[in-house]
T-cell receptor, first 113, second 110 residues
Framework: GAGVSQSPSNKVTEKGKDVELRCDPISGHTALYWYRQSLGQGLEFLIYFQGNSAPDKSGLPSDRFSAERTGGSVSTLTIQRTQQEDSAVYLC???????????FGAGTRLSVL | LAKTTQPISMDSYEGQEVNITCSHNNIATNDYITWYQQFPSQGPRFIIQGYKTKVTNEVASLFIPADRKSSTLSLPRVSLSDTAVYYCLVAKGSQGNLIFGKGTKLSVKP
């Protein structure tokens, strides 16, 4: 079946603008994760959803970052008043209920000018 | 979540076997060891997962000693297309966030 889909694949925005990043997980996967990866770095965990609730928001770097998941499926990561340090690749992953193997999308490359 | 330590980079040549060792001294009883592969401009891709002893699939083998404080990912006869970053992770078997370090950047040369 289809894998994890993220949109847009690239986003260029101006400092101070809000952006929304979308993730469409694999059908039937109950858990959804957001990570951030800066150039040449490992992945930084942001938030984890189990169904529509977020039991772990510990990775969100500031209150400018928020995320929601509706219908146990699509998730949106919103960054308000973007800053240049927000520039990174934002990766989404999903996993089925019975395992902790995560399936990743190709990511959204965010550039804040 | 147990911390992992792995080499920052490794070089190899086509056709060679590559072994990447990861140490995880503080692994918990219910933790699994998982390896992911990441190519440039792509998200990580699951390679293999194990709990103890040896696991083999069509891509790689994973060797885990009895004390589980380390693990070795073995890639047989690598090709240029195996050039990627390889991440070793330790996490419980159920759903939850994963801690990715910087991984091992493998460069395969002709």
């Amino acid at each position: 079946g289809a894998g994890v889909s993220q949109s847009p694949s690239n986003k260029v925005t101006e400092k101070g603008k809000d952006v929304e990043l979308r993730c469409d997980p694999i059908s039937g996967h109950t858990a959804l994760y957001w990570y951030r990866q800066s150039l040449g770095q490992g992945l930084e965990f942001l938030i984890y959803f189990q169904g529509n609730s977020a039991p772990d928001k510990s990775g969100l770097p500031s209150d400018r970052f928020s995320a929601e998941r509706t219908g146990g499926s699509v998730s949106t990561l919103t960054i308000q008043r973007t800053q240049q340090e927000d520039s990174a690749v934002y990766l989404c992953a999903s996993s089925p209920e019975t395992e902790n193997i995560q399936y990743f999308g190709a990511g959204t490359r965010l550039s804040v000018l | 979540l147990a911390k992992t330590t792995q080499p920052i980079s490794m070089d190899s040549y086509e056709g060679q076997e590559v072994n990447i060792t990861c140490s995880h001294n503080n692994i918990a009883t219910n933790d699994y060891i998982t390896w992911y592969q990441q190519f440039p401009s792509q998200g990580p891709r699951f390679i293999i997962q194990g709990y103890k002893t040896k696991v083999t699939n069509e891509v790689a083998s994973l060797f885990i000693p009895a004390d589980r404080k380390s693990s070795t990912l073995s890639l047989p006869r690598v090709s240029l297309s195996d050039t990627a970053v390889y991440y070793c992770l330790v996490a419980k078997g159920s759903q939850g966030n994963l801690i990715f370090g910087k991984g091992t950047k493998l460069s395969v040369k002709p």
